[in-house]
T-cell receptor
Framework: GQQVMQIPQYQHVQEGEDFTTYCNSS?????IQWYKQRPGGHPVFLIQ?????EVKKQKRLTFQFGEAKKNSSLHITATQTTDVGTYFC???????????FGRGTSLIVHP | NAGVTQTPKFRILKIGQSMTLQCTQD?????MYWYRQDPGMGLKLIYY???????DKGEVPNGYNVSRSTTEDFPLRLELAAPSQTSVYFC???????????????FGSGTQLSVL
């Protein structure tokens, strides 16, 4: 079945440093979504990418979808303590409408 | 709108007991999902439903059952609880996907379940 791999599992950064998490799929994706889960909270939708090579920005967050639509990344510039949480990607491929979640990357920001 | 509401928030079960996790949404969403989240393991899909009367297994359905008699409600039943079912459970809902896009998932606040 479809697999979505996400790395790294954990990332410690000093406040102000940049952060990137990567998502890779074994199959071509129709789209990819990104979610953020704060500690003790539930996942909250951030963004969806659909087109090959697409890049979208939300303030300090930059999302990219690979040209082959098999990988994606989330980059945070100048992290803040409010960025702490786990970031998940979720991809859909083939005839299934159900997205498959990666394991998530937990971001820890040290002040 | 309340969004997706899950009850209870916390529960402790003894091995072999049964319980139902309740989930209701007021957004008239067709798609509903149950996930479990174990530390460092991400979100694993247990069951999903694409509309009232239609349910299907996800990645980890064993030990669970669901029903979808209405658009709003999607309860998850645990029969004969086992320690391996200790986890955080999330219910989610979304509108029907359109073409290559998916509608975003709205998650409930979760149920923390311990089986001892």
């Amino acid at each position: 079945g479809q697999q979505v791999m996400q790395i790294p599992q954990y990332q410690h950064v000093q406040e102000g440093e940049d952060f990137t998490t990567y998502c890779n799929s074994s199959t071509t994706l129709s789209n990819i979504q990104w979610y953020k889960q704060r500690p003790g909270g539930h996942p909250v939708f951030l963004i969806q990418l659909v087109k090959s090579g697409e890049v979208k920005k939300q303030k300090r967050l930059t999302f990219q979808f690979g040209e082959a639509k098999k990988n994606s990344s989330l980059h945070i510039t100048a992290t803040q303590t409010t960025d702490v949480g786990t970031y998940f990607c979720a991809g859909r491929s083939g005839g299934s409408y159900i997205p498959t979640f990666g394991r998530g990357t937990s971001l820890i920001v040290h002040p | 709108n309340a969004g997706v509401t899950q009850t209870p928030k916390f529960r402790i079960l003894k091995i072999g007991q049964s319980m139902t996790l309740q989930c209701t949404q007021d957004m008239n969403h067709n798609y509903m999902y149950w996930y479990r989240q174990d530390p460092g393991m991400g979100l694993k899909l247990i069951y999903y439903s694409v509309g009232a009367g239609i349910t299907d297994k996800g990645e980890v359905p064993n030990g669970y059952n669901v029903s979808r008699s209405t658009t709003e409600d999607f309860p998850l039943r645990l029969e004969l609880a086992a320690p391996s079912q200790t986890s955080v459970y999330f219910c989610a809902s979304s509108s029907k996907p359109q073409g290559f896009t998916n509608e975003k998932l709205f998650f409930g606040s979760g149920t923390q379940l311990s089986v001892l």
